[in-house]
């Protein structure tokens, strides 16, 4: 069965460096989403693409934050400088098309610890 | 704004017996809702959706929930549980037109033998 791989599943780092996360979503799937989930909170959205362009960014802090998708398929999650407050759970999921509420494919996560 | 309100953090169960995981919703106009599952250090799995069809959906893995407007709900519901229900259960606001979703703060089942 295919699924969305991301990488690294774990990422412990200090405060002040960079840290990056990849996703590679399930094959054909045109909108790929960005979701930061803190410890006993659910998934926020950061960042929503539909092929390589930004349909939701509103959540993303970008004063640190960027991500992008260059050629429609993986993405790239990047943080710049790293804040104790960005300790959570990065998920990434892709959907088929959009229009498809709800029809999400999850991966299983890459988990940050900010020291 | 469009929101859900997950009523409990945890809900503990015994094997066999009925589960009742409790999700209301805010919206100005007729929403899509989901049920989400999260397993420990897993992704999240969709467990079922409603999409203004019938309003008594059915899921996987023997769960199904009822889409109340007058009550503005959404319960989860299983008649037995098993050991393996154990997980963390996201209910979902979901947007049809732009795919926008909106999750609960999550209700963590608890079942035991």
């Known amino acids: 069965e295919a699924e969305v791989a991301q990488s690294p599943r774990y990422k412990i780092t200090e405060k002040s460096q960079a840290v990056a996360f990849w996703c590679d979503p399930i094959?054909?799937?045109?909108?790929l989403y960005w979701y930061r989930q803190i410890l006993g909170q659910g998934p926020e959205l950061l960042v929503q693409?539909?092929?390589?362009?930004?349909?939701?960014d509103s959540q993303l802090p970008k004063d640190r934050f960027s991500a992008e998708r260059l050629k429609g398929v993986d993405s790239t999650l990047k943080i710049q400088p790293a804040e104790l407050g960005d300790s959570a759970m990065y998920l990434c999921?892709?959907?088929?098309?959009?229009?498809?509420?709800?029809?999400?494919?999850f991966g299983e996560g890459s988990r940050l610890t900010v020291l | 704004a469009q929101s859900v309100t997950q009523l409990d953090s945890h809900v503990s169960v015994s094997e066999g017996t009925p589960v009742l995981l409790r999700c209301n919703y805010s919206?100005?106009?007729?929403?899509?809702l989901f049920w989400y599952v999260q397993h420990p250090n897993k992704g999240l799995q969709l467990l079922l959706k409603?999409?203004?069809?019938?309003?008594l959906v059915k899921g996987i893995n023997g769960f199904e929930a009822e889409f109340k407007k007058s009550e503005t709900s959404f319960h989860l519901t299983k008649p037995s549980a098993h050991m393996s229900d154990a997980a963390e259960y996201f209910c979902?606001?979901?947007?049809?037109?732009?795919?926008?979703?909106?999750f609960g703060t999550g209700t963590r089942l608890l079942v035991s033998p």
């Open positions: 999921a892709s959907s088929l098309r959009q229009g498809k509420a709800g029809e999400l494919f």
């Open positions: 094959s054909g799937h045109a909108t």
């Open positions: 693409f539909q092929d390589e362009s930004v349909v939701d």
């Open positions: 919206s100005s106009y007729s929403p899509s």
């Open positions: 409603y999409t203004s069809a019938a309003t």
């Open positions: 979902v606001w979901g947007n049809t037109g732009f795919q926008k979703l909106v």
